[in-house]
C-alpha cells in the first residue's frame, strides 16, 4: 500500500496551478481560449495522461518479469470526452484507450498479457471503481 501527496497552489496568473509532488514540480493551466495562459496541461488531460502513463508502466514491469516476452512496442492513445450539464457541472463521461502492442507472443497470449497490465494498472483501476474522494475545508 502506498500513500501519494500532491499539493496543489493556485497561482494569480491565468487559470496555472503549481503542483509539487515529492522532488516534482509542474503546472497546470486552461488554454487561453479558457481564460488560461496555456503554460502547461488542463486537469483532464493530465487525469488522461495518467491513464496512458500507468498502462505502459505496468506493461513495462509485466514484461519485465518474463523473460521470454519481447515487448517491441507499446504505445498508449487516450482520448476523453467532456460534457457540461444544465447545472453547470461538467465531467469526463467516455474515455477512450487505443494501445499499439508489438510483442513476441502470440493473440491469445497477448490478450492474457493485457488482462495481467489492466489488474496491475492503478489508475485504470481507481478510475474503473469510481474511487469516493473526500473533502475536507479549513
Known amino acids: 500500500m502506498g500513500q501519494y501527496i ?8 491565468g487559470a496555472q496551478v503549481d503542483q509539487q509532488t515529492g522532488q516534482h514540480r509542474f503546472i497546470s493551466d486552461e488554454p487561453i481560449s479558457g481564460h488560461g495562459t496555456d503554460a502547461g496541461p488542463n486537469p483532464v488531460q493530465y487525469l488522461l495522461s495518467s491513464i496512458g502513463g500507468c498502462l505502459a508502466i505496468t506493461a513495462n514491469d509485466v514484461a519485465r518479469k518474463n523473460d521470454e516476452l519481447e ?9 476523453g470526452t467532456t460534457t457540461n450539464f444544465q447545472d453547470g457541472g461538467s ?6 484507450v487505443h494501445v499499439e502492442l508489438e510483442t513476441n507472443l502470440s493473440d491469445s497470449d497477448q490478450k492474457v498479457f493485457m488482462s495481467r497490465v489492466l ?6 483501476n481507481t ?3 469510481a474511487v469516493p474522494i473526500e473533502l475536507t475545508i479549513n
Not at 6 to 13: A, E, F, G, P, T
Not at 71 to 79: A, G, M, R
Not at 119 to 124: D, E, F, N, P, S
Open 71 to 79: 515487448l517491441k512496442k507499446f504505445d498508449v492513445k487516450t482520448s
Open 91 to 96: 465531467a469526463v463521461t467516455k474515455i477512450k
Open 119 to 124: 489488474k496491475g494498472c492503478t489508475v485504470h
Open 127 to 129: 478510475l474503473k471503481n
Open 6 to 13: 500532491v499539493h496543489s497552489k493556485l497561482r494569480n496568473i
